[in-house]
Each structure stands twice: as structure tokens, then as C-alpha cells.
């Protein structure tokens, strides 16, 4: 997978429909910058990005993941996997969103605990002491469990994408 290739195929695309790249920002929901990099071949789209690309502009999944128009167009099965695996990725988000947003309301409701101690002045007593402390471990604790889940999700993330990508390829040589 060429990702240069694939970002010239998208500007070609994009100019073929007369688009500015703030337009196709506008029709997939992302920003200008995501448009201006994918073109640039610096980073590529997420999977429900991808299919919704080549929908729009009318081009097999194949033939945007090659960066190039072929005249054979991608049998059924492998676009229902397709479709699948950008089911699985959406599907995952929803679920790391949900994780990631019930810790922070943890932390941020501990953090509202110690803040309130704090400024109450309350803390110079042993008992509330002791809950501001913990209130404050609880979000320092929060803070080292998004940063080493967020980190450790990307990373599956990507090998799951590149483990996808490489069956896609494999499909392509067989054929």
C-alpha cells in the first residue's frame, strides 16, 4: 500500500468533481488539514472514512486502497469484509469512548472533591486530609491510565488496520 498513491488518487478524485479540499472536509465531516494530509500521503483515512470516500466518488474500495482505477471492480465478498471490518472499527470507538469518558468523570469528580477540601481549607484536619489525598491519587491515577490506554489502543489499532491492509494485498496477488 502506497500511501503517496493513494493520496494523489484522492486529489484526483476530489478535482475530478471540481471540489476544493474545504468542500470534501465539509460532505465527510473531517477538517481542511485531514484532507490536505491524506492527499499528501502523511496519513490516510479510517476504514468508515474509506468507505464512505469511495462511495461518494464512486470507485471500489480496491481501487482507492491501490491509488489507481482498474477496470475489474471488487467482488461482493471481499466489500461485505470491507463493510465488516469498518462495523468493527466504529463499533470499537463507540466502546473506547465510553471507557475513556467514564475514567475522566472518575477523575474529574475526585479532582472536584480535593478542590473543594482545598479551598474550604478543610485539609488541615487529619480525616479530610486523607480524602483530599486520595481524591488526588485517584486523579493522578487517571491521568497514567489514559495516557497507557489510550497509547496501548492506538497501537492495536494500527496493527489491526495494517493486519486488514495485508490481507488485502495477499487478496490482490492471488487474483
Known sequence: MNQKRIGL?????????????????EILGVTNRSISRWENGVNMPDFDLVI??????????EE????ERKKEIMDKKSEEIFLKVADYNNDEKIIFSKRVNFVFIIGIIAFTVYAILEQQGLTA?????????FALGIVFGVLIFGVLYTSRYMIKIKA???????????????H
Open 125 to 133: 484536619t487529619d480525616r479530610y486530609e486523607n480524602i483530599a489525598s
Open 52 to 61: 464512505e470516500i469511495a462511495n461518494y466518488f464512486d470507485v471500489s474500495m
Open 9 to 25: 488518487f484522492l486529489k484526483e478524485l476530489r478535482k475530478e468533481k471540481g471540489l476544493t479540499q474545504e468542500q470534501l472536509s
Open 160 to 174: 489491526f488496520k495494517q493486519r486488514v491492509l495485508n490481507w488485502n494485498n495477499n487478496q490482490e496477488k492471488i
Open 64 to 67: 482507492l486502497l491501490n491509488g
